[in-house]
């Protein structure tokens, strides 16, 4: 369930996205390690019950034409409901892989007319940050987690350049 909505606040443009979700898996398809087997092999598994969840959020306001601010924010809830995996250890409850509990991130970009250069020109600051994860559904071996981390970079753009966008 979501709203996609553009609006004007006086002369500011905004843009907001929201969604709501709740997923219910049968089935849902996992891959995990065989130790019975001489090599060692990966497997697709039927994860009996899984259950997803969560909200997202994405906002951007230009309040000048030179200038536009965003962010986002996702919250994400994954786990299996019912999972027993070949071996018969019973794995419920624990999360699903790649699926972090946070996302969030936000841009302030700057862009100029660049006349004969090109048809415009940016410069954009951005921060990111992710959740701590697990990175396999192998919860009997030990789970492989991935520590959250955050991200801040700059990225300069000019567009159109005899066709040719640059970044």
Do not use: C
Request: net charge neutral; hydrophobic share 40%.
């Amino acid at each position: 369930l979501g709203v996609k909505a553009d609006w004007h606040l006086g002369d500011v443009f905004a843009r907001t996205n929201v969604a709501v979700f709740y997923n219910n898996y049968k089935d849902i398809q996992r891959l995990l390690t065989d130790q019975t087997t001489l090599p060692v092999t990966t497997v697709t598994f039927n994860a009996q019950k899984a259950r997803i969840k969560g909200l997202e959020f994405e906002g951007l306001l230009r309040p000048a034409s030179w200038l536009e601010l965003s962010g986002f924010y996702s919250y994400t809830k994954a786990k299996f409901i019912k999972f027993t995996d070949f071996s018969g250890n019973d794995l419920s409850g624990n999360p699903i892989a790649r699926a972090p509990k946070h996302l969030a991130g936000a841009t302030l970009r700057v862009m100029a007319p660049l006349g004969s250069l090109g048809e415009e020109g940016s410069l954009a600051l951005r921060y990111s940050y992710i959740s701590k994860h697990t990175n396999n559904d192998d919860f009997v071996l030990g789970v492989s987690e991935q520590e959250g981390y955050e991200l801040v970079h700059l990225t300069g753009e000019i567009k159109s350049v005899m066709g040719w966008n640059a970044a």
